[in-house]
């Protein structure tokens, strides 16, 4: 059954006139990797800040594994470990000693500190590295470090706050696949907040659209771009040998096809047929064509993925009228 380990209802924070965080509710479960995607200044830390009792919200409830954040900042902060985006060391200690120190603080004892650093410095792949100066490592190791930090608690949630920031995309891909078997093999629930939809997309179960302090949207991939592309027409394109002036004609009269239309092959070899509809009508063509005696090569509905996404709701390419027509009816 599904679990709720941290639980946002109707969150609002305002900065003077402005609101960083506006009437947000979530719900994210154990084990689940959450991805929280927006552009900058959406309202991703703030929402953060409060979920750790380190900020105050104006109205709402936040609660993690149960317990009010804003009330029992500290009884929070026991169980869920934070790695803000820029994570400090003692830059004069080693991977080993910061680790030890951060131990200590949260009344691990000793003996089974060092058998947890160790099999953490293992993970994060810092064993070699670990009696280096934390001053002398790279960024890509700082952050690896920076989660070995964070687990050493042993926490049942973690939020990771931008942690692919500055590391080259070997190392990002590496410390993502990290984190996600981390959570794996120990159900560890995992928030993360980015503005790179791509990587984060590779490991989140769920992910919520930021804008502008509103929560848009959230759901996996594939049904986040139903809802948010569901009024948009879907392409459907296909390759055959030829299409004759009846066949387009046939094609055009299948219901919730709206417009349809044929150019030269891009190889030279017979025709790619053009299709947009309503609904997907993708196999009501591809049978039409069988059946007109045709030779269909390929077929290919077009799947809307985080890059349109992307385009549309981040880049600032269009207005989100059409999400919120998505948030209601979806
Ligand atoms: N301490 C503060 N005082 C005043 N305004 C603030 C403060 N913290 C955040 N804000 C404002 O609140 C809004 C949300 O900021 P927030 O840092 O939560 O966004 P973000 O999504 O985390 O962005 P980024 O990806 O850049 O970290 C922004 O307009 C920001 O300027």
Known sequence: MKEPVIDIQDLTKTYGE?????????????GEIFGLLGPNGAGKSTTILMLLGLSEPDSGSVKVLGID???????VKRRVGYLPDDVGFYEDRTGWENLMLTARLNRVPD????????????????????????????????????????????????????????????????????IQRLSREQGLTVLLSSHHLHQVQQ?????????????????????????????????????????SPELLERIRSIEGVAQAGITDADNGQGVTLQAACTEDRSAEIART??????????????????????????????????????????
Do not use: N, W
């Open 18 to 30: 402005s609101r960083a965080v506006d009437r947000l509710s979530l719900t994210i479960h154990r």
């Open 69 to 75: 954040s804003t009330r029992q900042p500290i009884q």
């Open 289 to 330: 064509v069988v059946q007109a005696g045709a030779q269909l090569y390929r077929l290919e509905r077009k799947q809307y993925g985080l890059d349109e996404i992307y385009q549309r709701y981040f880049a600032g390419g269009e207005d989100h009228g059409q999400l919120r027509h998505a948030e209601h009816t979806g």
């Open 111 to 178: 003996k089974e500190a060092a058998e947890r650093a160790e099999r953490l410095l293992r993970e994060v792949g810092l064993l070699d590295a670990a009696h280096k100066k934390a001053g002398a490592y790279s960024r890509g190791m700082r952050q690896r470090l920076g989660l070995a930090d964070v687990l050493i608690k042993g926490p049942e949630i973690i939020i990771l706050d931008e942690p692919t920031l500055g590391i080259d995309p070997k190392g990002m891909s590496e410390l993502l696949e990290l």
């Open 203 to 243: 490991i989140c179960d769920r992910v919520g659209l930021f804008v502008s302090g509103r929560l848009l949207a959230e759901g996996d991939v594939p049904t986040l771009s139903r809802k948010l592309f569901a009024d948009d027409l879907i392409p459907v394109s296909a390759e055959l040998d030829a299409c």
